[in-house]
């Protein structure tokens, strides 16, 4: 037997449980540059136990929907921003935590110009790219030990 997740689209109220969003929406906290570039200031918030942040390049291979969703994943020791290196959407899963286990999964689709950043200890979907080339840059904990943890559903979901 399956669950049905139905996405959502992508909002910083929906997502705030969960992470941040950051996008350019509204008017920039300040221009720079001459006045030829609004900066949105602190968009994420970013959270180490230990370690130090580093950015990686994350090539995801393409997902289509439906999707089935078996497992979720979560980095007890550090957040992790996905920010897209093109103007496509991709898919976020995000479940809430009752006592380390993932309950209640959402689903929500971005949108282009959309980047997140998972709280730390947050359980989430793998990267789930819905258009080629599926390259991220990702700033997330570096540092020694294990920082994954996996959850796999004993009933999978099909996300529509």
Not at 65 to 84: C, I, K, Y
Not at 85 to 105: C, H, I, Q, T, Y
Request: hydrophobic content about 40%; proline content about 8%; charged content about 25%.
């Amino acid at each position: 037997m399956t669950r049905r997740l139905k996405t959502e689209t992508l909002t910083a109220e929906a997502l705030a449980p969960y992470g941040d969003l950051m996008d350019a929406s509204g008017a920039p906290d300040k221009l720079i540059n001459q006045g030829k570039c609004g900066r949105y200031h602190d968009k994420a918030r970013l959270d180490f136990s230990d370690g130090r942040a580093g950015i990686s390049i994350f090539k995801g291979e393409k997902e289509t929907l439906p999707l089935t969703l078996q497992m979720v994943e979560r980095h007890p020791d550090g957040s992790q921003a996905f920010v897209p290196m093109s103007a496509d959407p991709f898919l976020v899963v995000v479940a809430r935590d009752e006592n380390g286990v993932p309950k209640d999964p959402k689903a929500f689709l971005t949108k282009p110009g959309q980047a997140i950043n998972f709280h730390r200890g947050t359980w989430h979907g793998v990267l789930a790219p819905l258009s080629e080339p599926g390259l991220f840059a990702v700033v997330d904990r570096i540092g020694d030990g294990p920082n994954l943890e996996e959850h796999w559903f004993d009933t999978a979901y099909i996300v529509e």
